[in-house]
């Protein structure tokens, strides 16, 4: 494994994609975007607390989600179902293909896992034409 994860990496892989830009959505929510502009679209929002999303153990809302848009369903139910991982969902992205991460839990993972999982989310959002560019294929 790579070094753990932390925090910081999250904008740091954010930002060395193709045409991303830390935008606003959901009102006044910091959102990474591609493309850059009016026609991005978001594909990493920051979460604000909401009684949607609470600790199971301590019923208190979380204040350190991250929301990462992944390809399809299949893919969001392979990282939550996978308990290796800190991925979970809510019933409130019941239908919607993005997982959940408490950033005090990214350390549980590796940064090149985290690079890779936020890649395909870029990727999942990105004019077809950019990820050819950048991904090939």
């Known amino acids: ?6 925090p910081e990496d ?7 994609l193709p045409e991303t830009e830390l935008g606003i959505s959901w009102g ?14 978001g ?7 909401h009684k949607s999303a609470v600790d199971p153990v301590t ?15 299949v893919e969001k139910h392979a990282l939550v179902e996978d308990e290796s991982t800190p991925f979970f969902t809510i019933d409130h992205f019941r239908g919607y293909a993005a997982v959940l991460v408490q ?6 993972i ?5 690079e890779e999982i936020i890649t395909d989310a870029w990727a999942a959002r990105a004019p077809k034409r950019l990820v050819r560019e950048h991904l090939g294929g």
């Open 1 to 6: 494994m790579s070094r753990p994860a932390r």
């Open 10 to 16: 999250v904008d740091e892989i954010c930002g060395s």
């Open 28 to 41: 006044d929510r910091p959102t990474w975007k591609v493309p850059r502009g009016d026609k991005g679209r």
């Open 43 to 49: 594909f990493v929002l920051y979460r604000a607390p």
């Open 59 to 73: 019923g208190e809302m979380y204040d350190d989600l991250v929301v990462i848009t992944t390809p399809t369903e």
């Open 103 to 108: 950033q005090s839990r990214l350390g549980e």
């Open 110 to 114: 590796g940064r090149d896992e985290l």
